[in-house]
T-cell receptor, first 111, second 112 residues
């Protein structure tokens, strides 16, 4: 099947630092989505990107849909303790909303 | 939560027994999905439904079947559970094919 490569696998950062993560694919996606998962919970949508080149912000989060439609990145600025969790990228395939997920980036924020 | 209830939340079952997981939604969304989550793999699509009695296979459908007799319910059945099906199972819903999917809280299934 298609592969989404998400990196880094984990990040240990200090409170107040910025965080960057990205996803690349060998295939083109119509939509890129970024989710966050807290322990024992389902993923929660953070940002959705619908057009190549699109740059979207949601509070301290900024994400971009790559021009080639094969990549996306997520930035978190001025991290806080509640940013701890696993962040997933997901690419939406052509129809029916089927999602291909990356393996996730574990973010740990230390005071 | 986007009006999604998964049941049971936890289950331990023996190899070879049938297991059914239920996803119930109150949003009247057309699309429903079952994913499984395993360490190092993210979430992988098992089956999905695009309407009552309309279902199709996802990436990892072997060993699983689904049914959707009502808009609000999407059932995932493991006909004969195996240890490789030990996982966390998530149901998701979306209103249309190109809108965001919202996830339930998950069902942790252990096959011993």
């Amino acid at each position: 099947g298609q592969q989404l490569n998400q990196s880094p696998q984990s990040m240990f950062i200090q409170e107040g630092e910025d965080v960057s993560m990205n996803c690349t694919s060998s295939s083109i996606f119509n939509t890129w989505l970024w989710y966050k998962q807290d322990p024992g919970e389902g993923p929660v949508l953070l940002i959705a990107l619908y057009k190549a080149g699109e740059l979207t912000s949601n509070g301290r989060l900024t994400a971009q849909f790559g021009i080639t439609r094969k990549d996306s990145f997520l930035n978190i600025s001025a991290s806080i303790p509640s940013d701890v969790g696993i962040y997933f990228c997901a690419g939406q395939l052509g129809s029916w909303g089927k999602l291909q997920f990356g393996a996730g980036t574990q973010v740990v924020v230390t005071p | 939560d986007a009006g999604i209830t998964q049941s049971p939340r936890h289950k331990v079952t023996e190899t070879g027994t049938p297991v059914t997981l239920r996803c119930h939604q109150t949003e009247n969304h057309r699309y429903m999905y079952w994913y499984r989550q395993d360490p190092g793999h993210g979430l992988r699509l098992i089956h999905y439904s695009y309407g009552v009695k309309d279902t199709d296979k996802g990436e990892v459908s072997d060993g699983y079947s689904v049914s959707r007799s009502k808009t609000e319910d999407f059932l995932l059945t493991l006909e004969s559970a195996t240890s490789s099906q030990t996982s966390v199972y998530f149901c998701a819903i979306s209103g249309s094919w190109n809108t965001e999917a919202f996830f339930g809280q998950g069902t942790r299934l252990t096959v011993v």
